[in-house]
């Protein structure tokens, strides 16, 4: 089956760094990835939905100055959380489609637990 | 407003009993519904995926049934292990749109 990795699983980091994460198609070019995160006690929301070389387009109360996506590929979209604060420690997931067709399978990534301290 | 809901929110069972875990969600033209695994700080591990056009898919020790009509699904475990003791999620895309809405969850405890 299709599979979808994120680098790296883990990340800490002080508080105003920025953090990159990577979302990857590992048997697939995906035309379509989608960001979404997790914060304690509450369901996992989508942040934003990124397309092959073009922008993203992101959920509301979600800032894009602060959570950059670049999908300049079709295996592979990047999260970069800019000037990272600790209530940006969350859980960070992506999944994948093809896009290529009408209601495809959506390919979810293991994750990315960020810690900003 | 879409939306996924799982109850119970948490569950306790002694070994080797088996259990439902139930999912309910707001649209029922769903296409697919996933069921996930979480492991405390760790990541999220795909377990079932079934398409609109089935009605269960089974893998090893873990059906899931998906009945459209009533919005519902269930995921059974049978013969519960303490490795399973973990949160189990279902996501689905609602509204017709390819964002996936997930349920908070099913906290499992399998009591040795």
């Known amino acids: 089956g299709a599979v979808v990795s994120q680098h790296p699983s883990w990340v800490i980091c002080k508080s105003g760094t920025s953090v990159k994460i990577e979302c990857r198609s590992l048997d697939f070019q995906a035309t379509t990835m989608f960001w979404y995160r997790q914060f304690p006690k509450q369901s996992l929301m989508l942040m934003a939905t990124s397309n092959e070389g073009s922008k993203a387009t992101y959920e509301q109360g979600v800032e894009k100055d602060k959570f950059l996506i670049n999908h300049a590929s079709l295996t592979l979209s990047t999260l970069t959380v800019t000037s990272a604060h600790p209530e940006d420690s969350s859980f960070y997931i992506c999944s994948a489609i093809t896009g290529l067709g009408f209601k495809e399978t959506q390919y979810f990534g293991p994750g990315t637990r960020l810690l900003v301290l | 407003k879409q939306e996924v809901t799982q109850i119970p929110a948490a569950l306790s069972v002694p070994e080797g009993e088996n259990l439902v875990l139930n999912c309910s969600f707001t649209d029922s033209a769903i296409y697919n519904l996933q069921w996930f695994r979480q492991d405390p700080g760790k990541g999220l591990t795909s377990l079932l995926l079934?398409?609109?056009?089935?009605r269960e898919q089974t893998s090893g020790r873990l059906n899931a049934s998906l009945d459209k009509s009533s919005g519902r699904s269930t995921l059974y475990i049978a013969a519960s292990q303490p490795g399973d003791s973990a949160t189990y999620l279902c996501a689905a895309p609602l509204g017709g749109g390819n964002q996936f809405y997930f349920g908070t969850g099913t906290s499992l405890t399998v009591i040795p």
């Open positions: 079934i398409q609109s056009s089935q």
